[in-house]
């Protein structure tokens, strides 16, 4: 059973940062992109970052250019975001995502979802 379990949310003031982290378990990843998305309320649910398996090659929603970074490691089947200079309108629940092949195809839609975690910037 495929599981990806995301954690690392929370309460923060604007301009602070937080580290959201993602295990991935239940099969191989190799080949796997890897992203997050998130969904504010009210809202549907948005792109925010995605990275390849290999590659690493990385793509970011305009919002979050310059203030976030995706990563991951492959040995751990974890994925990460680095999220800094928060703002009030990244308030919503993080996704952690992952699907078959490229992380410029992994925007559209995924194979597999995490649970969410919520992130809260208060201003």
């Known amino acids: 059973q495929v599981q990806l379990v995301e954690s690392g949310g929370g309460l923060v003031q604007a301009g602070g940062s937080l580290r959201l982290s993602c295990a991935a378990s239940g099969r191989t990843f190799s080949g796997y992109a890897m992203g997050w998305f998130r969904q504010a309320p009210g809202e549907e649910r948005e792109f925010v970052a995605t990275?390849?398996?290999?590659?690493?090659?990385?793509y970011y929603a305009d919002s979050v250019k310059g203030r976030f970074t995706i990563s991951r490691d492959n040995a751990k089947n974890t994925v990460y975001l680095q999220m800094n200079s928060l703002k009030p309108e990244d308030t919503a629940v993080y996704y952690c995502?992952?699907?078959?092949?490229?992380?410029?195809?992994?925007?559209?839609?995924?194979?597999?979802w995490g649970q969410g975690t919520q992130v809260t910037v208060s201003s």
């Open positions: 995502a992952a699907a078959p092949g490229t992380a410029d195809s992994l925007r559209l839609g995924a194979d597999y």
């Open positions: 990275i390849n398996w290999s590659t690493r090659a990385t």
